[in-house]
């Protein structure tokens, strides 16, 4: 039987270590776009080859990369096998690099890592760059005190997050690099994830004609045209919160427009409008469907305005995480120890997000999102400026992984 306090007390006296990791990591910048990522994963790979981690390196083709709009990728996978090959479970850990820039507003430096009243602050240090510590610390206490004696563990650190996850795990699973039995993927302290959102993403031209706004009627308002399509598309967020999904954690279908470009100068009639919309499906939706749905919705309302042509890109189809049945000893092991060790019961539920977990799924190996970090990402500031995650949920939380590492590979 396993001795849990081994592995906590194996934690507790690396857990400076745990942190200095993880501030390292905060330190090299990955801000996703541009997305040249593959410093960050030299660096990893060197941190890791400190603790005795060899990290297999997989560049993606530069051409993939370039074509895909970003500027560089390596992923990682660290291989560690226990007793003879192909006995027992092989778990995944994945997490991602990458991230979102840092954006205004911040009361420390986004990539200076300081620690103020127990929170450690920087871009990434929630999502989730902290679970790269997690993982890692929480297998190196595993072979510290529980040493496994079958089945395997894999590290997943991946930097294709932000745009999809396709150069990510995608690039690694499609090239049959690795084919996990379960795999973790990483999340929050306080719930186990089953289940998530998908996500449509869309860049849409709208076509006018230039003139100067002295004579406005030579010219064909692309921006009025606009205008009119992204009423018809935001009306569309009332009828959306009619539709619940079943699943805890997941309200409704959301429709947002988070990027708007266009026009030459303050004084001429703007020819060419770009927007960019992101569609949240709920796992109930079909996909299809929701496309075709938004396709038309553009099309019509665009010829509502004369002279007005549109062109519509899809840029992202991430689809919605279903529950695999082989997930439940994942679920139980977290779910256990979790309230052991937080002192509270932490539900299996779903999340708006979407998650590169889809991706392992749709290939049929069992997986839930689970890791360090706060109750909610409002709380984590995730995407927003003073991103933090507490080091008591860090320390805790790499605990549930080995004591769950450590069940699984029993």
Same mark, same amino acid.
């Given at each position: ?33 541009p997305?040249?990522?593959a &410093?960050?994963? %030299? ?12 990290a ?26 226990? !007793? ?11 997490? $991602?690099?990458?991230?979102? &820039? &840092? ?6 430096? #986004?990539?200076?890592? =300081? ?30 005190a ?49 289940? $998530?959102?998908?996500c ?15 004579? #406005? ?7 009025? !045209? ?39 100068n ?11 919309l992101?569609?949240?499906?709920? &796992?109930?939706e ?9 396709r ?31 997930? =439940? ?10 309230? =052991? ?32 970090? #706060?109750r909610?990402?409002? %709380? ?27 069940d699984?590979?029993?």
């Open positions: 039987m396993t001795d849990y306090a081994k592995l906590d007390a194996w934690i507790d006296a690396h857990f400076d270590e745990e942190v200095n990791f993880l501030q390292q990591l905060v330190r090299v910048p990955t801000d996703t776009p997305g040249n990522n &410093p960050h994963a %030299e660096r990893t790979a060197e941190l890791l080859q400190g603790f005795g981690f060899e297999e390196k997989h560049p993606v083709p530069a051409q993939e990369v370039h074509d895909y709009g970003m500027e560089s990728i390596t992923n990682l996978i660290v291989r560690r096998q226990y !007793g003879a090959a192909g006995s027992g479970r092989t778990v995944a850990l994945n997490a $991602h690099g990458d991230v979102v &820039p &840092p954006g205004e507003g911040w009361t420390q430096e #986004p990539y200076g890592a =300081q620690i103020v009243e127990g929170n450690l602050f920087g871009r990434a240090a929630a999502v989730s760059k902290s679970d790269f510590a997690t993982f890692t610390f929480a297998l190196r206490a595993l072979e510290a529980a040493k496994p004696s079958q089945g395997s563990v894999e590290l997943h650190f991946t930097y294709d997050e932000e745009f999809g996850g396709i150069l990510g795990p995608g690039w690694l699973l499609k090239n049959k690099l690795t084919k996990p039995d379960l795999m973790v993927a990483a999340g929050f302290s306080y719930e186990v994830v089953t289940a $998530h959102n998908g449509l993403q869309m860049e849409v031209t709208v076509h006018g004609k230039m003139a100067h706004a002295a004579v #406005p009627d030579t010219g064909i308002d692309a921006l009025q !045209g606009a205008v009119h399509i992204l009423n018809a598309l935001y009306a569309q967020n009332a009828e959306y919160k009619k539709v619940t999904s079943k699943v805890a954690g997941i309200n409704h279908p959301y429709l947002n427009v988070g990027r708007i470009e266009g026009g030459t303050t004084n001429v009639i703007p020819g060419k409008v770009v927007f960019k992101d569609r949240r499906m709920i &796992p109930e079909n996909p299809v469907e929701v496309e075709a749905t938004i038309k919705i553009i099309t019509e309302a665009a010829a509502q305005k004369s002279g007005i042509t549109v062109d519509i890109k899809r840029l992202l189809l991430a689809n919605s995480m279903q529950p695999l049945a082989g997930n =439940q000893p994942l679920v139980d092991a977290i779910q256990k120890h979790g309230e =052991q060790v937080f002192g509270e019961p932490i539900p299996a539920m779903g999340t708006p997000l979407y998650t590169d977990v889809r991706l392992y799924v749709e290939q049929g190996i069992p997986g839930v999102i689970y890791g360090a970090g #706060p909610t990402v409002l %709380e984590s500031h995730a995407k927003r400026a003073d991103e933090r995650v507490a080091l008591e949920d860090l320390r805790r939380a790499t605990k549930v992984i080995a004591r769950t590492l450590a699984l590979l029993a």
